[in-house]
């Protein structure tokens, strides 16, 4: 499947199959028709404006519509610093790492806008400060829908169109904790769950006794503690590396599932995320593409923040909460998790003439500004959170409770975050409500894994073929 939308060479796009992310950034040059002009007097900035950082090599390349920069580090520092100053220069701050070579291209679009794409994999972090975003694939839709918004003018942080699974981009995590909502899938690093395919990037479920055999359920052990980087465990909170089947009456994580995430490649403050994605069909499936904070600057979760670009459930669309018909948008955020106020920043949505979100491939859109928080799918506005006063005050918490987010109205949500997609299953924090929709386990319930798993004959026929694609987000 590819995506219906066009490519500009401006625009972050992040494929996961079909999905396509965009990060991008508000840029401050205007376009002109002198292009070698305006490259001598950006030669000119770049040398004055960053000393002894950066040394422009400077070639340029100049046609009648590109120009191509070459900058190298002049000490030993990293691609992501070379990316910085460039950005910087364009409004866009940095954090020096270490020593790479990097090419820009400067793309003259319709409308007479600027954008840039990074043509390099950038190792390092970059820092977004720019308050307006918006990508070129939105404003097209946009003037399609007679809809605008944002600014025009934007520079590419990120692209990957996964013509490969890059595990140097993306880390899998790799733990049998269940995630922070005691889900029942163990998170591996394994081509069965995780996978492109045509240009596709899929994240698929499957059954773990495909893999050790029914009998290792109960009586078998997962060991992920691995020996390297690409293999060791990453959580190991309630036994997350090493479990015993039948340890505290219950058996081994029954499912097998994928979540990926950017944390040692990039994070960004403000900007714009555009994802296309397709999302997977089966009962207690629970997709998610959503961000952390890099640093925790505020404390533990909540306190933070947590973005939900976009969250669904793979029940069919009869289930009274809503499944593949309904997706959902979220911020979390709270001084503790008793005083979680996500349920102010919450809004869902569902398509007109019983269309489903597992039909065909939707867009998704994070447009993220120091003045406020707006997701929407398809170009149409599904949460709006702007930051007019402090989130504190939103929150009307008690008056015992400390005011930790006193450094701007946009706090916890004026950090750097990255990107997480992953597929969970089940979970007894109340995604899926006891007592609704024939749910099999009980949120209390000691044992609720087991009682998820003995009722496979009636959950596992929806997930479709153990090799289909079905059940995958794509």
Same mark, same amino acid.
């Given at each position: 499947m590819k995506p219906h939308l066009t490519k500009p060479r401006g625009a972050i796009l992040l494929a996961l199959g079909a999905v396509v992310l965009s990060i991008s950034a508000t840029t401050s040059f205007a376009s002109t028709t002198?292009?070698?002009?305006?490259?001598?007097?950006?030669?000119?900035?770049?040398?004055?404006?960053?000393g002894d950082h950066v040394d422009v090599n400077g070639e340029f390349a100049l046609d009648d519509s590109t120009f191509h920069v070459a900058f190298e580090t002049s000490s030993s520092i990293g691609s992501g610093v070379v990316a910085g100053e460039l950005h910087k220069m364009i409004g866009v701050d940095y954090k020096p790492q270490g020593a790479s070579r990097i090419d820009y291209t400067h793309v003259q679009q319709q409308q007479q806008q600027t954008d840039f794409a990074i043509h390099d994999e950038l190792e390092n972090e970059l820092e977004n400060e720019d308050d307006n975003v918006q990508s070129n694939d939105e404003q097209q839709s946009r003037e399609m829908k007679g809809e605008t918004v944002g600014n025009a003018n934007r520079c590419l942080l990120f692209s990957d169109e996964f013509d490969k699974l890059d595990n140097s981009v993306w880390r899998h995590d790799i733990t049998l904790t269940g995630g922070g !909502?005691?889900?029942?899938?163990?998170?591996?690093?394994?081509?069965?769950?995780?996978?492109?395919?045509?240009?596709?990037?899929?994240?698929?479920?499957t059954l773990t006794e495909y893999r050790i055999g029914a009998r290792a359920l109960h009586e078998g052990i997962l060991d992920v503690w691995g020996s390297d980087p690409g293999t060791q465990c990453t959580g190991n909170y309630d036994y997350g590396c090493f479990r015993v089947g039948g340890a505290g009456g219950n058996i081994l994580n029954p499912?097998?599932?994928?979540?990926?995430?950017?944390?040692?490649?990039?994070?960004?403050?403000?900007?714009?995320?555009?994802?296309?994605?397709?999302?997977?069909?089966?009962?207690?499936?629970?997709?998610?593409?959503?961000?952390?904070?890099?640093?925790?600057?505020?404390?533990?979760?909540?306190?933070?923040?947590?973005?939900?670009?976009?969250?669904?459930?793979? !029940?069919?669309?009869?289930?009274?909460p809503g499944g593949y018909n309904k997706v959902a948008s979220t911020l979390h955020w709270g001084p503790s998790y008793e005083f979680n106020r996500f349920p102010m920043t919450h809004n869902e949505t569902s398509l007109p003439g019983g269309k489903t979100f597992a039909d065909d491939f939707h867009i998704f859109t994070l447009d993220w500004t120091a003045q406020g928080i707006k997701t929407y799918v398809d170009?149409?506005?599904?949460? !709006?959170?702007?930051?007019?006063?402090?989130?504190?005050?939103?929150?009307?918490?008690?008056?015992?409770?400390? !005011?930790?987010?006193?450094?701007?109205?946009?706090?916890?949500?004026?950090?750097?975050?990255y990107m997480i997609m992953n597929v969970a299953v089940a979970g007894t924090a109340g995604y899926f409500p006891d007592g609704v929709g024939g749910k099999p386990w009980s949120d209390k319930s000691p044992h609720a894994v087991n009682e998820f798993y003995a009722a496979k004959a009636d959950w596992y026929p929806t997930w479709g073929d153990e090799n289909g694609l079905d059940r995958a987000l794509a």
């Open positions: 002198d292009n070698e002009t305006q490259a001598q007097q950006q030669q000119q900035q770049q040398q004055q404006h960053h !909502n005691f889900e029942v899938q163990a998170y591996l690093n394994n081509r069965t769950n995780t996978f492109v395919r045509d240009g596709i990037f899929y994240i698929r479920p499912v097998q599932s994928g979540l990926v995430r950017s944390v040692n490649s990039f994070k960004f403050r403000f900007g714009k995320v555009e994802v296309r994605a397709k999302m997977p069909k089966g009962k207690w499936i629970w997709p998610a593409i959503w961000m952390l904070p890099a640093h925790y600057q505020y404390g533990g979760w909540p306190a933070s923040g947590e973005i939900d670009l976009v969250e669904s459930r793979g !029940n069919g669309p009869d289930y009274p170009g149409k506005l599904l949460l !709006n959170v702007p930051f007019d006063n402090s989130m504190f005050s939103k929150g009307k918490f008690p008056p015992w409770v400390e !005011n930790l987010w006193a450094s701007s109205n946009a706090a916890p949500f004026d950090q750097e975050f």
